[in-house]
């Protein structure tokens, strides 16, 4: 990196003919009136239609990237940038490159991630969407928020600056238009200072239809937050299915009925709630499962309560466990066995019979997934990352 080059001003390109000189040529005009020693420089993704002599024309430097991808195409740029700062921003014309002064000041200030937010900013007519504006942008940023504690309340702007050294660490690894949401997220994993500040956003200046799709990639983002965020994909709702489904096993188990309103739920519903405590407590060992993996590759931060569960857990605290809840369910099975051979239990009715073989049953299935948990935590521990045994 020379030390000449204080700023990257990095656009992704795909077919951008149109646009494309606009913005180069408004970006070149800031650098001159703010006296930043600086360079601009598209990543072109394959355009086939001259973006790549029109930016050359117009100032920029281009960066060919043959792999396809928003996502790929930053990665490109990110990499072969000069500057000590990169700010990137799409080349369609919305994005106002002619008033770059807060990221800098701020990345100048100290920050590793410089965020715009189009919201506080404001939006012009016919910029953005009413589905993205009102529906899948804050819905989108207020699950980062909540699943990574990052106080970003437009997660998806394409402006944004970086210091070059800090996203580098980042190991950004996603081609397509996840890669906003992965920007973000890595950089909060990491500890990075985050910041904000207001952006504007301008109808684009394109004939063409954007590239972005709406539900494609607004379920891409949504999966990648839940990926990374094995406490909200497993754990949280793993938890809550655990709880209301012993909970309920228990009262119906022991003949009670549960009624809300005129509804009455009684010996049937056990069935169901019995499986509801089985698909909580494998999807909380999923989770922990999954969380124990990403972490012992690299995928997430070290956790301070998952080593505090490595440093208590053995493998024989497990089977105990596992082995208790087998127990007690293999005595109700007994019981139950016992009763129908000398006709007690023929004697009852479907109702009183299944208030005993159901928690029979849970507890065999229950006991035996604990152990062969146990079994697989101590594989997972084998890692030296990760000590559980």
Known sequence: MSDETELT??????????????CVTEARQWLQSAGIAGEILVADNGSTDGSQEIARAAGAQVVPVARRGYGAALQGGIAGARGKYIVMGDADGSYDFGH???????????????????????????????????VGNPILSYAGRVMFRVPIRDFHCGLRGMRTD??????LRTTGMEFASEMVVRASLAQQTISEVPTTLRPDGRSRAPHLRTWHDGWRHLRFLLLFSPRWLFLVP??????IGLLLTAVLSIGGSISIGTITFQVNTLVYAAALTLVGVQTVTFGVFTRIYAVSKGYLPRDDRLDRFGGQFRLERGLWLGLAVLFAGLVAAVISLVWWHESHFRALDAEHQLRLVVPAALG??????????????????????????
């Open 238 to 243: 793993g938890g809550i299915m655990t709880a």
């Open 364 to 389: 065999l299935v229950l006991g035996s997934w604990i152990i062969l948990s146990s079994f697989f935590l101590s594989i997972l521990g084998l890692d030296k990352e990760i000590t559980l045994d």
């Open 100 to 134: 770059l002064d807060g990221f800098m000041d701020r990345l100048r200030a100290g920050d590793d991630l410089v965020m715009g937010n189009r919201f506080a900013g404001g939006i012009e007519p016919g910029a953005m969407p009413w589905l993205h504006r009102y």
């Open 166 to 171: 800090s996203v580098r660490e980042l190991g």
């Open 9 to 22: 001003i990095l656009m992704p390109c795909l077919n951008e003919a149109e646009t494309l000189a606009d």
